[in-house]
């Protein structure tokens, strides 16, 4: 029976747990438990693959159905309305999910299939003592075996420097929180909304956590105002989002482009393998998406070496066009000039050229 060793303790952890429930394996877990916040928009990609990735219908009551998709340019405490979309008139299903739900639905999923072994410490390095034998240093010295490792520890873990070596990462910073004011709940109904500002873009829509419906804020600072010290009073200066209590953080992704995603029988998974900025909303959809994936691979491929070869070349392309459209379209929502053409544009894109765009980045 192989031993696997899956190093992380978050969605793509257990994500790739997933991906083994219908097989013979021994599965150990390793990483300190993640404090889990907020929400992450599912689109019909994320939700076919998580339906297809558990098999249980059960995770319709953890989604929260969006059907309006609508932007906004918000300047001078004033909000003018830019576009509407709406997915289901294109036959789009869109959800949001909480974070601390989804991963919680995973983990029941996995245990209920198969026996997981949780260590909750950290790794300091990898070690190959011959070939197809592996061995981790956990921070109390102590050394796991194992035949195989899936790198689940993002883009400054350890996994990633054994497999890569060192790499070029860019640090952002993101501002989150969440609301279950009523009004605005009756505002948002069923909404994804986008909203341009003078100090960066705002994205906010309604979600399920556990029995109330909550709105998750996200505010991603333009290149004026990223490390800003002033930037947390001119949020509580806009009235729309005074009231919101933001907490400080930062999303990473490599800069250059990566050769390989595997090594030696380890195997790097989620943000470990590919990493891009966070404003197609598909860095959580493609985890999803790859572990359905990955899942595939080991249930008709023998060899893991095939299994590794067949994932990392099927999913080079499309992660890398991800990453370009991406980083242009982050671009456009960070501009702090020629902001009124971008308005026009966006105020003149027609619903057949967002369904195109949608469905391009959903299905290709």
């Known amino acids: 029976m192989k031993k696997i060793l899956i190093i992380g303790n978050s969605l793509s952890a257990w994500s790739v747990a997933s991906a083994f429930t219908n097989k013979k394996v021994n599965i150990t877990i390793i990483g300190n438990k993640n404090n889990t916040f907020g929400a992450q928009q599912l689109s019909p990609n994320g939700f076919r693959a998580l339906k297809k990735l558990i098999q249980n219908d059960d995770v319709k009551n953890i989604v929260y159905e969006i059907i309006k998709f609508q932007i906004n340019s918000y300047n001078n405490d004033e909000t003018r309305m830019l576009k509407n979309f709406y997915f289901n008139e294109f036959d789009l299903k869109y959800f949001s999910v909480s974070r601390e739900m989804l991963i919680n639905f995973l983990i029941k999923n996995v245990k209920n299939n198969i026996q997981i072994n949780e260590i909750n410490k950290s790794c300091v390095g990898i070690i190959q003592r011959e070939p197809g034998k592996l061995e981790v ?26 497999v890569c070596g060192t790499t070029n990462i860019v640090k952002k910073q993101v501002f989150r929180g969440t609301s279950n004011d009523r009004k605005q709940l009756l505002l948002k109904q069923k909404t994804l909304e986008l909203s341009f500002s003078n100090y960066g873009h705002f994205i906010s829509y309604p979600f399920f956590n556990n029995n ?153």
């Open 212 to 364: 109330k419906t909550c709105i998750n804020y996200v505010f991603i600072p333009n290149k004026l105002f990223q490390n800003s010290n002033k930037i947390l009073d001119k949020l509580r200066n806009i009235s729309k989002f005074s009231p919101i209590d933001w907490n400080e953080g930062h999303y990473y992704f490599y800069e250059d482009e990566i050769q390989t995603i595997h090594k030696n029988n380890v195997l790097l998974f989620g943000d470990a393998g590919f990493s891009f900025e966070p404003h197609l909303a598909q860095v959580g959809n493609n985890i999803i998406e790859d572990a359905n994936y990955l899942k595939f691979l080991v249930e008709n491929t023998h060899s893991y070496d095939e299994i590794f070869e067949n994932f990392s070349r099927n999913t080079f392309k499309k992660k890398s066009e991800l990453k370009s459209i991406s980083n242009i379209v982050g671009i456009s929502f960070g501009m702090n000039s020629f902001t009124k053409i971008r308005d026009s544009l966006v105020s003149n894109f027609s619903d057949k050229l967002m369904s195109d765009f949608l469905k391009k980045v959903w299905y290709d």
């Open 137 to 162: 240093l956990m921070d109390n010295k102590e050394l796991i075996s194992a035949d195989i490792i899936i790198g689940c520890d993002g883009v400054n873990g350890i996994t990633r420097k054994y």
